[in-house]
Every structure is written in C-alpha cells, then in structure tokens.
DNA sequence: AATAGATAGTTACGATTGTAACTAATATGT
DNA sequence: ACATATTAGTTACAATCGTAACTATCTATT
C-alpha cells in the first residue's frame, strides 16, 4: 500500500529552480538598489557585454533562456537609458544589431565588478570543488540546451 | 584600457538561472496539460507529499524559496481542489498546520510517476555522472541556503 | 511575379507576481 | 500587567509576465 518512493530532495528541477532563486535574488539586490535595473536588463545587458559584439535580439533570447517579449522590454529599457543602439541590418531590414553605447559598456564594466565581487563570496561560502562540481553539471544541461535549439523551436524557449 | 575580463558563461547566478529554467520548463509543461496545476501550486503539493507530514505555510516557503505570498496562493487553489486541508494549531493560533487530503496524496502519487520519468529522461540526456557533479553542487548551495536561513530573516526568501 | 509560409520583433490583454500594508496572535521587556 | 515588537498568514495594488495576435519583412513554391 505504501506509495512508491520519490525523494524531492533529489528531484532535479526542483531543486535547481530552488538553488537558482537563492543565488539570484541576492545578487539581484545588488544592482537593483544601485542602478534600478530589473532582472532582465541585467541579463541583456550581460549578454552583450559579455559577448563583446552585437546581437540580434532573439539570439539575446536563446543565449539566456529568456522569453522573446521579456528580451523586447528589457532592450527597450536599455536604449532609454542611452545604454544601448540598435542598428538596422541592411540586408535584412527585420533584423536589429544591438550593441551597447559607452554609457553602457561602462555600466557593464561596473556590474561585472559586483559579479565578480559576489562569485567569489560564492565560491568561499560554497568550496572551490563543489562550485567545480557545479559548473561540471551546469555544462552538461548548458548542451543540452543547445542542442534542442538546434531542433526544436527557439521561441518556445 | 581593455576592461578585465568578465566571462558570464561561468557566472554562477546567470548559468543556474538559465538552466532552471530550462529543465523546469519541460516537466511544467506536464503538469500544467494534465491537470492545469501552477508552478507554485506543483511546489507546494510536492514539498507537503515529500515530507510525509504536515507543515506549516512558512515552512513550505522556506523548504522550495517561494515567497510567503506565492505559498498563500497555492495553498487556497490546492485547499479549492480538496487536495488539503488545513488545522489550526492548538498552542499557536497563528500557525496553520497543512495536510494532503487523500484525494491530494493520490494525485502527488500520480504526479511523481511523471517526476521519476522526467528524472529519468534527464539523466540520461545529462549522463549519470554529469548528474551527480550536479547533485554536488547543489548540495552545497542547499547547505548555504540552510545556514542563512538560520541567521537572516527568512520571510525575505 | 504572385502567393503562401516563415521569421524578427512589438504590443494588447489577461494572468501572475512582489511590495507594502494589513489582521490577528504571540513573545518580550519593563 | 501593559506596552512594544515579532511572527503567521492574507490581501490591495501596482508592476511584471506570457499568450496570442499583430506588423513588417523575407523565403520558398509555383
């Protein structure tokens, strides 16, 4: 009578939704209070900061798991802060280059120190050969995502 | 003049993000077709199934880092469903002690069925030792969230 | 060349969310 | 014992989000 065996704790995706939210909201305490930036402008901004070139919004989207109207809004905030332009393909005239201005490689500049700042509190709190064993785990579900936006439809992501 | 390097594809916060959401995104669809049950409401049926007791609102927000309001509202649509009910604490007339009726456990029983499969799925997508990298990692960041849980206010996770 | 289908990105709108304020009860310090 | 602070949980409200529909453009087929 007894139910078959299942163990949240060693459920994955809960699990990972779990740990994600921790880390993330204290980090995202950092820049909201010092630049009023939501979660995904941070992540577009890193995005393009980070990549060193311009993107194209949907590939914004499918680099960092977010949903096509929330990369939309997040890139109109950006440009009203002068924090990035967008460029109109020529060949292609429905494509946007998106690229960040001066203002906002400097803000990126800033947050990258926060980021660094906070990975390594992270990497005391939480052991070097834990957040190794991590990162091992995360490039393994990193392919996977990657692969299945090769196939399947990336705006689903 | 170059800026120091910053390299989000090893950023912590941003990678688990995306990763959570990616793999929650594929097990929600499940749940969400078969019985139009919400993330939250998902989360707090299965932290209450798990633990084979009963709990209280505050420690389900705790044990999944769902805000206290997202609990509040999955546990009236899980109360609207006659899949719990709730007990007033004798001692404390604050706390609501909250159970899994059986036609709840009954469909927590149902629900791990897909959990395990999708578990399954995933391990073999990721590989078995990819997996348990991962499963360290994540140990570590539950341990973390533990500990502050006992010092800092809980009610702000 | 014309039409149908696909793709990039935006937006209207209903649903979901978090902040802050609230109620009700308990704990604490004097 | 009384005032004050704290805690559990709910709710009003404004902000945010995702679905679906939309515009504009490009690609493929005939």
Chains 1, 2 share one sequence.
């Not at 929330?70 to 332009?85: D, H, N, Y």
Request: proline share 3%; aromatic share 8%; charged share 25%.
């Amino acid at each position: 009578m007894a139910l078959p065996e299942f163990e949240l704790e060693s459920f994955l995706p809960y699990r990972l939704n779990r740990a994600a939210e921790f880390i993330a909201l204290r980090f995202a305490a950092q820049y909201k209070a010092r630049y009023q930036l939501t979660r995904p402008e941070w992540r577009t901004l890193a995005a393009l900061g980070s990549s060193g070139r311009s993107m194209t919004a949907t590939e914004i989207g499918v680099h960092s798991s977010m949903h096509k109207t929330k990369v939309s809004r997040a890139v109109f905030g950006l440009e009203q802060r002068r924090w990035l332009k967008r460029e109109e393909d020529g060949r292609d005239r429905r494509l946007e280059h998106l690229a960040l201005t001066p203002a906002g490689l400097s803000a990126y500049g800033e947050l990258t120190e926060l980021a660094r700042a906070y990975q390594a509190e992270l990497s005391t709190t939480l052991g070097a050969d834990n957040m190794k064993a991590l990162s091992k785990g995360l490039r393994a579900v990193e392919r996977a995502i990657v692969r299945s936006a090769g196939y399947a439809r990336p705006s689903k992501i």
